[in-house]
Structures are given as structure tokens and as C-alpha cells.
């Protein structure tokens, strides 16, 4: 059997310190920092338009997600999930106090304390999943 030397704390460190500090951080400068301290350099983020590799096309792609809803703010729901070298993490993106405009789920691997692969699954139920999906507006 393999064991994990990856510690919970960390991975449930780098599930918040992701959605927070990558994904809601609107100054760019700051957000390109923290993905050189929480991603590996080969990291792959799958979303919903394809596989982005590594820290510049991850940057980008945070970038310009947070261009488009810059008031929406991230809230985790719950407490991170940790198995092995792996975690999970359910959200919600909406303006500050109101109801979520759009929800998921975040799924890491880590390896030596970074990022090396994130996972988001939008939620069916909501605009922003029809939107990357394809599907019409209802």
C-alpha cells in the first residue's frame, strides 16, 4: 500500500487559499504570486472549456473569469474533504449577501504540497454550467 505524505491541513489549506486568493483575488499581481506558492509549475486546472497547463495559462484563465464577475465573491460551504493526496471543496459565487449566482464543487491533487491538478465541477443547476455546456438560457 502507497500512503499519502501530503497533510490534511495543507491540502484543506490549498482548497481555500485557491478559491479565495486565485479564483476571488481581482489584483493581478497578487494572484500570479499565489499560484507560484500553491500550484506545481506542470499543474492542469480542468474547467469547463478544457485542460489549462501550467501557472501563465492558469493566471490567464483566473483573470479573466474574475474580469467578468468582478463584485461576485466565493464562499466555501462546509469543510474541505481530504483523502490521500486529494480534497474537495463545495462553493458558491455570487454578489456579496446575496444568494449564489452559480455553484460547485473544487477537486485537488496535491504532490509536494502544491496544486497538481484542480477539477471543477460546475453545478447543473446553474446558468453558468448551460452557459459552458452549450446549453440554451432559461
Same mark, same amino acid.
Given at each position: 500500500?502507497?500512503?499519502?505524505?501530503?497533510?490534511?491541513?495543507?491540502?484543506?489549506?490549498?482548497?481555500?487559499?485557491?478559491?479565495?486568493?486565485?479564483?476571488?483575488?481581482?489584483? $493581478?499581481?497578487?494572484?500570479?504570486?499565489?499560484? %507560484?506558492? +500553491?500550484?506545481?509549475?506542470? #499543474?492542469?486546472?480542468?474547467? *469547463? @472549456?478544457?485542460?489549462?497547463?501550467?501557472?501563465?495559462?492558469?493566471?490567464?484563465?483566473?483573470?479573466?473569469?474574475?474580469?467578468?464577475?468582478?463584485?461576485?465573491?466565493?464562499?466555501?460551504?462546509? $469543510?474541505?474533504?481530504?483523502?490521500?493526496?486529494? %480534497?474537495? +471543496?463545495?462553493?458558491?459565487? #455570487?454578489?456579496?449577501?446575496? *444568494? @449564489?449566482?452559480?455553484?460547485?464543487?473544487?477537486?485537488?491533487?496535491?504532490?509536494?504540497?502544491?496544486?497538481?491538478?484542480?477539477?471543477?465541477?460546475?453545478?447543473?443547476?446553474?446558468?453558468?454550467?448551460?452557459?459552458?455546456?452549450?446549453?440554451?438560457?432559461?
Amino acid at each position: 500500500m502507497i500512503q499519502s505524505n501530503e497533510s490534511a491541513e495543507r491540502i484543506r489549506e490549498l482548497l481555500d487559499r485557491n478559491l479565495q486568493e486565485v479564483f476571488g483575488e481581482g489584483d $493581478n499581481d497578487r494572484r500570479r504570486a499565489t499560484i %507560484g506558492e +500553491l500550484w506545481a509549475w506542470d #499543474g492542469v486546472l480542468y474547467a *469547463p @472549456p478544457g485542460a489549462i497547463i501550467g501557472h501563465d495559462a492558469i493566471d490567464k484563465f483566473a483573470g479573466d473569469l474574475r474580469a467578468t464577475h468582478p463584485h461576485y465573491v466565493y464562499t466555501a460551504y462546509g $469543510n474541505p474533504q481530504v483523502l490521500h493526496n486529494a %480534497g474537495r +471543496l463545495s462553493w458558491g459565487s #455570487g454578489p456579496r449577501g446575496e *444568494p @449564489p449566482k452559480y455553484t460547485g464543487w473544487d477537486v485537488i491533487t496535491v504532490r509536494d504540497g502544491k496544486i497538481t491538478a484542480l477539477y471543477v465541477f460546475l453545478d447543473e443547476t446553474s446558468e453558468e454550467f448551460r452557459q459552458a455546456s452549450g446549453e440554451p438560457a432559461r
